[in-house]
């Protein structure tokens, strides 16, 4: 799930939002219940909320996880200025 990471380098803590992002993208059922365990389903839930819809690239997995949630509404923002503000890139 984290093989463009250095896995020696991740927190579970701090890095919450990349991990959660991966595991549902891309995770089995077993590891989505490790999130489950380690987050807590209230706070999984407010966390997913605030993620970005388009980060998610499994539609299955991601409607899945709404449901199991009880997610309402996703949070909508373009990817692709997500990554250029993040980079620091100016609108022209």
Do not use: C
């Amino acid at each position: 799930l984290m093989w463009s990471y250095k896995f020696d380098a991740i927190d579970p803590i701090k890095h919450k939002e990349t991990i959660i992002i991966n595991t549902i993208n891309y995770g089995l059922w077993s590891q989505w219940k490790w999130l489950f365990d380690n987050y807590g389903m209230k706070n999984l839930k407010k966390i997913i909320s605030e993620i970005p819809k388009s980060e998610f690239r499994n539609d299955r997995a991601l409607n899945l996880i709404s449901l199991v949630l009880s997610i309402k509404k996703m949070k909508y923002e373009n990817r692709g200025l997500k990554i250029q503000a993040k980079r620091g890139f100016a609108r022209a």
